[in-house]
């Protein structure tokens, strides 16, 4: 039994391009701009963030993924990127702060992804180990001009005849985890296609693009419903007061992470529990992190944040790619009660904020500035992956990856079964991703325990 959550959808028909500027900054644009809008507010947070830490490597993420394909022709692979970055506005989008008489993302007309290539054939293992390394250590320091699209770089080392190594780099406010592994998807199926028959017909247009995000977001900002129950919701709140012990650099994003395997009988045993009490997986997982938090914080009354998406619901939705992420306070009491009674409650209270999850956090400003939340939880399935299991492409792993977040701490419990596809006994991968200069490595071994006995008490009660 699975449980449905409500539909909360977009009022506002597809918008037209450039509806969401001044007649005066669309006059401005260059001919070869096809659309613009504004930030969203999440957007506007990660430039605040870069421009906090213009050293760091902030939102700045390189992702290791390793493809078996029948055979590897980089023309035909480039002729699939090509086709697909015509597709999604998101691909070809840049930015700029200064020049509009608002901080505005562009959508370029025609913008080439070129896709590098290394052959390592023939080297041994040891030599192919470094040459991986090599490329991704530079990657992570090899920053984006956000002026000049695409702000995303693909290269290709070739290990065997039908192993491959891709690296993506990504600027994350173009791209969401869904929009990666959709696109990679999206590109892999092509060039599977392609590869049979030549001929292979153009894709379709995308229904939306992220415009439609702007505009959603901009009517829940004007939504004095959705601002007054943000404030009833978050009225007295305190932060989780978590031990620390950290070299107190503030700001310094001097992140890290351990990590927590769980195994497919650990896993069966949680689904069963979301099924006999009617809720979600994610509601279950949820409520291991309020109780964790509780636990150690020794407090009750928990405030963390959980990250969602404000996607449009509407036809094609899904296929639509851009930066949808945004972060929900989430406040929940943790009483005495049992693992059902909690998971139920944290369900109920989700259910309460999702007509309101487009009203930016950012905007209740001042008192998060006071009381800062510095948890969050992220529930992440991409079961869009799925789509190439029966093609001649197979996704075999997640190497190295590097990225970034703002929270001092970030829950984050992956599903991505096929990033785990050279370790059979995970199915799902708990990350505690910590800054180092807030949490010292002795609390932050301490919070993994913490969440290896809850999930595991949850399992088998």
Request: net charge negative; glycine share 4%.
């Given at each position: 039994q699975t449980c449905a959550l409500p539909i909360y959808a977009v009022e506002k028909a597809?918008?037209?391009?450039?509806?969401?500027?001044?007649?005066?900054?669309?006059?401005?644009?260059?001919?070869?701009?096809?659309d613009a809008y504004p930030l969203t507010v999440e957007q506007q947070g990660i430039f605040f963030h870069i421009m906090q830490n213009?050293?760091?490597?902030?939102?700045?993420?390189?992702?290791?993924?390793?493809?078996?394909?029948?055979?590897?022709?980089?023309?035909?692979?480039q002729t699939a990127v090509d086709r697909v970055v015509a597709r999604h506005p998101s691909l070809r989008t840049s930015f700029d702060l200064a020049i509009y008489s608002e901080p505005l993302q562009l959508v370029h007309r025609d913008v080439h992804l070129g896709v590098t290539f290394e052959d390592l054939r023939?080297?041994?293992?040891?030599?192919?180990?470094?040459?991986?390394?090599?490329?991704?250590?530079?990657?992570?320091?090899?920053?984006?001009?956000?002026?000049?699209?695409?702000?995303?770089?693909?290269?290709?080392?070739?290990?065997?005849?039908?192993?491959?190594?891709?690296?993506?780099?990504?600027?994350?406010?173009?791209?969401?985890?869904?929009?990666?592994?959709?696109t990679l998807v999206e590109i892999f199926k092509l060039y599977s296609a392609l590869l049979k028959n030549p001929a292979t017909p153009e894709l379709s247009p995308v229904p939306q693009s992220v415009r439609e995000y702007v505009a959603a977001e901009q009517m829940a900002l004007a939504s004095p419903v959705?601002?007054?129950?943000?404030?009833?919701?978050?009225?007295?709140?305190t932060s989780v007061a978590l031990p620390d012990g950290g070299a107190k650099c503030a700001g310094s994003l001097d992140s890290s992470g351990v990590r927590i395997s769980v195994?497919?009988?650990?896993?069966?045993?949680?689904?069963?529990?979301?099924?006999?009490?009617?809720?979600?997986?994610?509601?279950?997982?949820?409520?291991?992190?309020?109780?964790?938090?509780?636990?150690?914080?020794?407090?009750?009354?928990?405030?963390t944040c959980i990250i969602s998406h404000g996607r449009p619901e509407a036809a094609g939705g899904e296929d639509v790619r851009g930066f949808?992420?945004?972060?929900?306070?989430?406040?929940?009491?943790?009483?005495?009660?049992?693992?059902?009674?909690?998971?139920?409650?944290?369900?109920?209270?989700?259910?309460?904020?999702?007509?309101?999850?487009?009203?930016p956090m950012a905007a209740l400003r001042l008192p998060l500035r006071e009381k800062p939340i510095n948890t969050a939880f992220n529930f992440?399935?991409?079961?869009?992956?799925?789509?190439?299991?029966?093609?001649?492409?197979?996704?075999k792993g997640l190497g190295r990856t590097s990225n970034t977040n703002h929270f001092p701490m970030m829950v984050t419990f992956s599903l991505n079964q096929s990033y785990w596809a050279a370790q059979p006994d995970i199915e799902m991968s708990v990350m505690l991703h910590y800054d180092r200069s807030i949490f010292s490595a002795e609390f932050m071994d301490r919070a993994k325990c913490v969440f290896t006995e809850i999930l595991e008490s949850m399992a088998y009660e």
């Open positions: 597809p918008l037209q391009p450039f509806e969401l500027i001044s007649v005066e900054d669309r006059l401005r644009l260059p001919a070869e701009i096809e213009p050293d760091a490597a902030v939102y700045h993420n390189v992702d290791n993924l390793r493809f078996q394909v029948p055979r590897f022709d980089l023309l035909t692979f023939g080297s041994s293992e040891e030599l192919q180990r470094n040459a991986l390394k090599l490329y991704f250590e530079q990657q992570k320091g090899l920053k984006f001009d956000i002026a000049q699209p695409p702000l995303m770089r693909f290269h290709v080392q070739q290990l065997t005849d039908e192993t491959i190594m891709l690296t993506q780099t990504e600027f994350h406010a173009i791209d969401d985890g869904w929009s990666m592994n959709a959705s601002r007054g129950f943000w404030e009833q919701k978050l009225k007295g709140y195994g497919p009988k650990t896993c069966e045993q949680l689904r069963r529990l979301a099924r006999a009490i009617a809720v979600p997986f994610k509601s279950v997982l949820l409520a291991a992190h309020v109780k964790a938090l509780s636990v150690l914080s020794g407090q009750k009354d928990i405030v949808f992420l945004t972060a929900i306070p989430f406040r929940q009491q943790v009483e005495a009660c049992s693992w059902r009674e909690l998971a139920q409650c944290v369900f109920r209270t989700e259910l309460e904020l999702l007509p309101h999850r487009r009203y992440i399935n991409f079961h869009v992956l799925n789509e190439l299991n029966d093609s001649d492409v197979q996704l």
